[in-house]
């Protein structure tokens, strides 16, 4: 999904969410703007999993088990343990 995005604004990035992870600065979780990575270590120790944050404590994701982009509540218990960090790439 991430890919898509970025491809779609004239940005390549890599593919995987750990590729990803690699570009970018970094952001304090309480300076978030819509279009910042945000990070997940899913599979603890490792950055598995990314997301788009679009404002207002939300994000989209790719959510592999309902096989669609959802929005998510960033403060929703999985995802507040599994934040790693954020990132901006322009």
């Known amino acids: 999904l991430t890919q898509k995005v970025f491809s779609k604004l004239g940005i390549r ?6 590729e990803q992870a690699r570009l970018g600065k970094y952001v304090p ?3 978030l703007k819509p279009g910042d990575l945000l990070f997940f270590r899913t599979y603890a120790p490792y950055i598995s999993h990314v997301g ?7 994000f989209i994701q790719e959510n592999y088990s309902a096989g669609k982009a959802t929005i998510t509540d960033l403060s929703n218990t999985y ?11 322009r």
Do not use: S
């Open 29 to 31: 979780k309480n300076r």
């Open 52 to 58: 788009i944050y679009i404002g207002h404590d939300k």
């Open 13 to 18: 990035i890599p593919r995987t969410a750990a």
């Open 79 to 89: 995802f507040e343990r599994t934040y790693a960090f954020a990132k901006v790439i």
